[in-house]
């Protein structure tokens, strides 16, 4: 009668996963919001829909939103807006109203 209680042993892979899962941001919650949003240079959302603001990572996910959303107007990748171009110099806001501080 031996060999029920037998106790299980972890692979040294699996913890090495368990502990990446653990440790790595994989974007969900609040966490990743910004990354997800757009609003920081570098995050995932490339391309917005200049019709509904909806943000996508590229240009055929993009044509995929379109095709599904807006099936009536034509799809025209020259109008999508780049989120990670860099901003015009002219549009840079003072810090501080009425200073020209930068």
Same mark, same amino acid.
């Given at each position: 009668? @031996?060999?029920?209680?037998? %106790? ?8 090495? =996963? ?10 969900? +919650?609040? =966490? +990743?919001?910004?990354?997800?949003? +757009? ?10 829909? %200049?019709?509904?603001?909806? @943000?996508? %990572?590229?240009?055929? @996910? ?24 860099? %901003?015009?110099?002219?549009?840079s806001k003072p810090g501080i109203r009425g200073s020209l501080k930068k």
């Amino acid at each position: 009668m @031996t060999g029920k209680a037998k %106790p299980k042993k972890h692979t040294a892979k699996e913890i090495a =996963a368990k502990i990446d899962a653990a440790t790595t941001n994989r974007g969900g +919650g609040k =966490a +990743g919001q910004s990354d997800r949003l +757009g609003q920081v240079k570098g995050g995932h959302a490339k391309l917005e829909c %200049p019709l509904c603001k909806v @943000t996508a %990572p590229d240009i055929k @996910t993009m044509q995929i939103h379109h095709d599904a959303r807006h099936p009536k107007l034509p799809f025209e990748p020259e109008k999508l807006n780049n989120l990670h171009a860099s %901003p015009s110099e002219s549009s840079s806001k003072p810090g501080i109203r009425g200073s020209l501080k930068k």
